[in-house]
């Protein structure tokens, strides 16, 4: 059975820093197109930042570029998000997403079959 597990998510101050982890079960992360996505109170998931299969890709919503990186450690088996300059509107539930065999690197939530039950950020004084 597939399985995503996101770990990494923590109460932060804002301007600081977490990094995401996105681990798999039964499968290698690296044939697969990865997305992260988060969900505030309120509001839609939206994508975050994507990477395709293999990694050769990426691709960042235009509220993160340039805080956020996603990379892959396939020696771990793991996809990560590091975030910087953490900010308050940051303040989600992060989730990761995987597409099988897939070289896009799109973050329309449609595109992706596989999702961890997501790990909580909270950027806050």
């Known amino acids: 059975q597939l399985q995503l597990v996101e770990s990494g998510g923590d109460l932060v101050q804002p301007g600081g820093s977490l990094r995401l982890s996105c681990a798999a079960s039964?499968?290698?992360?690296?044939?697969?197109?990865i997305g992260w996505f988060r969900q505030a109170p309120g509001k839609e998931r939206e994508g975050v930042s994507c990477i395709s299969r293999g990694g050769g890709s990426t691709n960042y919503a235009d509220s993160v570029k340039g805080r956020f990186t996603i990379s892959r450690d396939n020696a771990k088996n793991t996809v990560s998000l590091q975030m910087n300059s953490l900010k308050p509107g940051d303040t989600a539930v992060y989730y990761c997403a995987a597409e099988p065999y897939a070289y896009y690197t799109s973050c329309r939530l449609y595109k992706y079959t596989y999702w961890g039950q997501g790990t909580q950020v909270t950027v806050s004084s």
């Open positions: 039964g499968f290698t992360l690296d044939y697969y197109a």
